[in-house]
């Protein structure tokens, strides 16, 4: 018969004999992370509490914070964030969901598409904005051409709008690529069964589809979100003057008036607003990729 | 199937195209025409020409091609090596979050910050590396090293652990079991990575701009020299000329890509 | 070389969950153990614990003479072949097959001469240029167990290996591995399965494994025709469980005095009556019982009667009847003396029946043993 008896009690096993610990790996790529990144961005924080008259203190932020060009700024980049995660969402949600449950030809071409779109430089867009809207250009060339006025009607490129247009433009694709992945998970027995239940396209939309893929929605928005807030060459590239955001103010301050304890000012303004808001995506993200992310070797 | 009716199936489509083709595709097919014509007072450009190519592929514009790729081919290695290390080291769900939430913080932070950063940091001795086009690499390496880290930590999700359990069964140790099984397993996901990550860098112009010394001089900054001076013609054709370089490098890297998957 | 495997106390738990609880089992050099348990029971963390892939907690793994508890998976000089085969899909079957001898050094025409070997040996040596996703689910599991084979193991650990094949697979994969068994009569294997036909046609002896702990270990016959605990019977096989008390001379089950051999049991005490269904019989004889047929049902070759004796179920595989008694028939139903085990009833409550063991349509659990399976099967404590 063979023991099934409590084995008497033992010491655990002593450690295991090896020379270094396998979580010391990590270290060189982390050590290079912290060398180049975050020990940068510490002294980014420290330059900002060191004006250039020495010591220490929050001069420098009381002297920015009173400046209206900084007020401008803030404003200009929360309002052209806002504005263009609200037009990307919506946007992308449509063209997701064209793409996901109407059959269209070159379905998955355009599905390719997006997935290149998304590694282009931003700058590209106002770049063709500029020749669709500028002043010479597509749009007005059409008008002049159709009602022999000598300048056409669309002048907005360089204000607020025309960032605007070129940041939903730009960001639509992050919005759609993990709506569409949401939209292959959801099961089309259920959008059959709510039709076959008598509910109209709408209906199906608003009380099947959209619950279903809202933490989709909410990680792509709040994605597009963060990089609006980050956005530097779209408005660099309008060359709209009155138009400013925090990078861009960032890049002035520290670039063409060489005042780098101003800049960091903005920098860490600019990154304190960024954090808190990448914190929520991967709150966001974290609560949809959990069920993929918990796997684990069988037991 | 949402929409099963014909018509409102036309309806639909149309409206996708009418918002799709404008939003997504005009933007290329007017930046190409535009890299071919000397105006644009009408509805469509005038003046065909291929001068601005011409022009793109020599002298200044050539080396700003090369050193566009240059530049991305150290970033993307730098990038890859350092994050696909960062996520093969980190076993544990723990180590993974920790590691994770580290290597994602350059793409919360702003690219014109990321510049102004180093700028702060390697202006002195000891590491005196601004006017270098080390720096310039540098920032792009941070900059995409996020993307490979992602791309190459979600694909070690999904790697069955069966694998390296199998192969160390068989006896390999764990060096041999990296570099035979888990690495040429991992070999799709790496080279997805290494292609976004030498898509973006070519694109990278935020914190270029922060950083780059005369004698290296990116791409995307000539592209917006150019537009700043009201040259957008010859801009346009320097831009058709990034977009293709990088699209061309994008297909290679996917057919290298298919190939490793079909074995 | 000749190894076997000991495990000498070995508890495995994960965070404050025991999974396997100081497990005792010794498998001799040259035998084939098979672990038999529900899913949960603890058996693929003890081949893990041989593997290298779990550390216990406490206790020690032995291969051989060699206590390999503290050495990594790849010190063991263990062969494995896993369900999902885990045939490394950038490699052609030969490199598969090479991969643990290029490990371990072997020089590169020897390595050439036993990937041949291991590949003729498992009948897939036509498929040497193959890549593993040219082949069909079984001829994987063969490059597989060649791919163990090719490393010349002591000790062979099989992980539910015939799980992923289909039933016809299955039957033409466990004679082959019979064969192989007595080809290399020096390789000792643990052979983990939840599928009791396996485990009988293949074990020299079967560890029984619930609820983290080993309930039972012997040849499949000793366990087959003489359980020792009611959990064994229902799990090895089918059985009818029901609750009698021991009497001078046999037992009594209601009002029926039934003549069983009673060992040592004390008269007066409790206990349970296993029959199998197969030894059954319809009709007078030897220990007839009297009971009302509740349901039939025809399966081929046999009938299956489900009869209430005495307020108990019991069922009947009987050979093919050419008139099947009605429901509410009355019929007799009897067994040879020597067919029927007496086990202790304290154990019943105890030795829970697995919900997932085998097939449910064989499951034939007693009354007395179904009530107990309603007991929540909780965390196992040590």
Request: net charge neutral; charged share 15%; hydrophobic share 50%.
């Amino acid at each position: 018969m063979v023991s099934v008896l409590p084995a008497p009690a033992r010491m655990a096993a002593p450690a295991r004999t090896r020379r270094i610990p396998a979580w010391t790996l990590v270290l060189p790529p982390v050590t290079a992370l912290g060398l180049v990144f975050l020990y940068p961005l510490a002294l980014v924080l420290w330059q900002s509490v060191s004006p250039d008259g020495g010591g220490h203190g929050f001069a420098a932020y009381a002297e920015v914070f009173g400046q209206a060009a900084f007020r401008n700024a803030l404003l200009d980049t929360v309002l052209i964030a806002a504005g263009a995660t609200a037009g990307a969402l919506l946007l992308g949600f449509a063209l997701a969901l064209v793409i996901a449950f109407v059959p269209l030809p070159g379905g998955r071409a355009i599905g390719r598409f997006v997935d290149v779109f998304l590694s282009f430089p931003s700058f590209l867009i106002t770049l063709a904005l500029l020749f669709v809207y500028g002043n010479a250009g597509l749009a007005n060339g059409v008008w002049t051409g159709m009602t022999g006025a000598a300048t056409g009607p669309f002048d907005f490129l360089h204000t607020r709008w025309g960032v605007v247009l070129a940041e939903v433009t730009y960001f639509t694709p992050f919005v759609m690529r993990p709506l569409l992945a949401a939209f292959s998970q959801l099961d089309t027995a259920q959008l059959d069964v709510a039709a076959s239940l008598g509910a109209r396209a709408p209906r199906i939309v608003r009380q099947v589809v959209l619950p279903e893929v809202l933490p989709a929605l909410a990680a792509g928005g709040s994605l597009v979100l963060v990089m609006s807030l980050n956005e530097f060459g779209i408005v660099l590239f309008t060359g709209a003057k009155g138009v400013t955001t925090l990078p861009v103010l960032v890049y002035g301050k520290a670039i063409l008036e060489g005042d780098w304890t101003g800049a960091c000012v903005v920098a860490v303004v600019n990154i304190a607003l960024s954090l808190a808001l990448y914190g929520l995506y991967r709150t966001l993200t974290a609560r949809t990729a959990r069920p993929e992310g918990e796997r684990r070797a069988r037991a | 199937m949402l929409v099963h009716s014909r018509r409102a199936r036309w309806a639909v489509q149309g409206v996708f195209l009418a918002l799709f083709l404008p939003v997504f595709a005009l933007p290329f097919l007017v930046v190409v025409a535009a890299s071919l014509a000397t105006q644009w007072s009408g509805a469509l450009p005038s003046g065909a020409t291929l001068d601005h190519y011409r022009t793109a592929v020599r002298g200044e514009a050539l080396d700003a091609l090369t050193t566009s790729v240059l530049t991305a081919l150290a970033a993307s290695a730098l990038a890859l090596a350092t994050g696909t290390w960062a996520a093969l080291a980190a076993r544990g769900p723990r180590a993974r979050r920790v590691v994770g939430a580290l290597f994602v913080l350059p793409v919360a932070v702003p690219s014109v910050v990321v510049g102004l950063a180093l700028l702060v940091a390697f202006s002195e001795p000891p590491f005196l590396l601004n006017g270098t086009p080390t720096i310039v690499v540098l920032a792009h390496a941070i900059l995409v090293t996020a993307f490979a880290h992602q791309s190459v930590a979600a694909a070690l999700d999904r790697l069955d652990p069966a694998y390296e359990q199998a192969a160390a069964s068989l006896g390999a140790s764990p060096l041999r079991v990296l570099l035979r099984v888990r690495l040429p397993l991992l070999l799709p996901s790496l080279s997805a990575a290494a292609g976004l990550c030498f898509a973006l860098s070519m694109g990278e112009l935020s914190a270029t701009m922060m950083l780059y010394p005369p004698d290296w001089l990116p791409l995307p900054v000539k592209v917006f020299a150019a537009t700043d001076r009201g040259a957008l013609f010859p801009g346009a054709a320097l831009a058709v000329v990034l977009v293709t370089t990088t699209l061309l490098v994008l297909l290679a890297v996917s057919r290298v890509r298919t190939r490793a998957s079909y074995r | 070389m000749s190894t076997g495997i000991r495990f000498d106390g070995v508890t495995v738990a994960y965070g404050g969950n025991v999974v396997l609880d100081a497990f005792d089992l010794t498998v001799e050099p040259g035998e084939v153990m098979a672990l038999l348990g529900p899913s949960g029971s603890g058996k693929t963390t003890a081949l893990r614990a041989v593997a290298g892939f779990v550390r216990p907690r406490a206790g020690r793994v032995f291969i051989g003479d060699e206590d390999v508890t503290d050495l990594p998976p790849h010190r063991r000089g263990i062969g494995m072949v896993v369900q999902q085969y885990a045939l490394f899909p950038h490699l052609r079957v030969d490199a598969n097959v090479a991969f643990g001898l290029k490990a371990r050094g072997t020089p590169r025409a020897e390595t050439a001469a036993r990937v041949t070997e291991a590949l003729e040996t498992t009948g897939m040596a036509a498929y040497a240029r193959r890549y593993p996703r040219e082949l069909s689910g079984g001829q994987q599991q063969r490059v597989a167990i060649a791919r163990a084979l090719a490393i010349r193991p002591g000790v062979l650990l099989f992980d539910e290996p015939l799980s992923a094949l289909d039933a016809r697979l299955r039957s033409g994969m466990l004679a082959e591995l019979a064969r192989l068994h007595r080809e290399l009569p020096d390789v000792s294997m643990l052979y983990v399965t939840h599928d009791q036909g396996e485990a009988l046609t293949l074990a020299d002896r079967i560890a029984v494994m619930d609820r983290a702990r080993l309930r039972d270990c012997g040849t499949p016959r000793d366990l087959y025709r003489r359980p020792r605990t009611a959990f064994t019977a229902s799990f090895v096989g089918s059985a009818n469980l029901l609750p009698v008390t021991v009497t001078g001379r046999g037992v009594r089950l209601g009002d029926t005095d039934l003549d069983v051999p009673t060992g040592d049991a004390a008269a007066g005490a409790r206990a349970t009556l296993c029959l199998r269904p197969h030894l059954v019989g319809l009709g007078e004889g030897a220990n007839a019982v009297r009971g009302t047929v509740a349901a039939v049902q025809w399966r081929g070759a046999t009938h299956r009667l489900e009869v209430d004796v005495a307020g108990h179920r019991v069922t009947a595989d009987v050979r093919e009847l050419r008139e099947t008694p009605p429901p509410g028939t009355e019929v007799t139903l009897h067994f040879a003396p020597d067919d029927a085990v007496l086990l202790p009833a304290g154990g019943v409550a105890d030795e829970t029946a697995g919900g997932e063991a085998g097939d449910p349509a064989d499951e034939v659990v007693g009354e007395a043993v179904g009530e107990a399976a309603g007991v929540p099967g909780g965390a196992v404590h040590g």
